[in-house]
């Protein structure tokens, strides 16, 4: 083995969910909205035109868009290439303590491999056998505590009493909020930003602004944090966010009857999907996001997961011993939740 084989940082990477070719596929296991983004967004190709430029660095029109929407100041807004580098970028910040960092057991499975990745020591909390996160778990001394609200994959949301009896608890570190899927039916923390001086909000155009594919994130903080942020930032790569990705970004924050119309359309679906799940001998926790985290009551979730597969239909299975029967399931559109369900009917019916 060469010397400079053991300078290597070596990490067990993030798994992302199978991006598939072809038009027949059902494809719901990476929670991706199934309706495109606003006609505004889609109407702005002439920003294309403009790639022989820098973007702005400071990516201000979004910046500002952002604040203006969230009625904070633009200073409170820092924006990365989806929520994932804004995650990244955060725990790269914020976590720089000997003691542990704290997040549940069952949870976004990529907060290990980041706090692998930055040597940040770190502590997965068990959640309770309902899936529910024991804020008292939390309340013990640490480096820093990554919470996602909604909860990822269960799709559990807490109150926002609940988040901030973390932050009060904890007033020596910071708590990251991962607010992915927030749109779909959870409280947001925003109201602790001005309150508390240790609060992060992580926000992401990728579910609720069905905007995966350009890849926006931002966070909402106090301007002390949002400095901090931006200093590693520019000291990494300034030009993170890409001239296109800023204008359809502000396009769609301008759209909100749009916005509010698809989430409603993603809701409603999720509701009925739920009603007829149900109904096949499926139970899931109640969901706020666009998922749900479904097992059924005799059928093992791997074997749906192959014969759906086999059918043309992607869904998504987590190998953790804990949730090793369950499926993740994203709502798509009407029709294809349709599919699943007579494709359900047939195979566990
Ligand atoms: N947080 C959670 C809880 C997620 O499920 C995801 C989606 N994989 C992300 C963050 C990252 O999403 P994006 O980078 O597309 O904003």
Not at 84 to 100: I, Q, R
Not at 123 to 133: A, S
Request: one cysteine or more; hydrophobic letters at 40%; a negative charge.
């Amino acid at each position: 083995m060469p010397a400079w084989e053991n300078n290597i940082r070596k990490v067990v990477p993030y798994v992302p969910g199978e991006q598939p070719k072809g038009d027949s596929i059902i494809k719901l296991n990476t929670n991706e909205n199934p309706y495109p983004p606003s006609p505004r967004v889609l109407a702005k190709s002439e920003e294309f035109e403009k790639l022989r430029l820098y973007p702005d660095p400071k990516a201000e029109v979004l910046v500002e868009a952002l604040a203006k929407y969230h009625h904070v100041d633009s200073n409170q807004v820092f924006v990365g290439v989806g929520s994932d580098d804004v995650l990244a970028m955060s725990f790269m910040t914020f976590f720089n303590s000997d003691k542990e960092i704290l997040f549940p057991d069952i949870t976004y499975s990529f907060y290990d491999v980041w706090a692998e990745l930055f040597n940040i020591p770190y502590k997965q909390i068990p959640v309770d056998k309902d899936f529910r996160i024991i804020k008292s778990d939390y309340f013990i001394p640490n480096g820093g505590i990554v919470i996602a609200n909604p909860n990822a994959p269960t799709g559990i949301a807490e109150p926002l009493s609940f988040i901030e009896d973390i932050v009060k608890n904890n007033p020596d570190s910071i708590v990251i909020v991962d607010e992915a899927y927030v749109d779909f039916g959870g409280e947001t923390s925003l109201p602790l930003v001005d309150k508390y001086d240790n609060v992060v909000v992580v926000r992401t155009f990728s579910k609720s602004r069905s905007m995966a594919g350009v890849r926006i994130g931002y966070a909402i903080s106090n301007s002390k944090l949002i400095k901090y942020l931006n200093d590693v930032k520019y000291s990494y790569n300034s030009y993170t966010m890409n001239m296109p990705s800023l204008a359809l970004g502000v396009e769609s924050i301008a759209d909100e009857e749009y916005f509010q119309a698809m989430i409603k359309k993603v809701v409603d679906t999720r509701e009925w999907f739920v009603k007829e799940i149900n109904k096949l001998g499926f139970t899931c926790p109640k969901s706020s996001t666009n998922f749900v985290f479904a097992t059924h009551k005799s059928v093992p979730a791997t074997d749906i997961f192959k014969a759906a597969r086999e059918n043309n239909i992607i869904l998504r299975h987590f190998s953790n011993e804990r949730i090793n029967n369950y499926l993740r399931i994203t709502i798509g559109t009407k029709e294809e939740m349709e599919k699943l369900v007579s494709f359900l009917k047939k195979y566990v019916g």
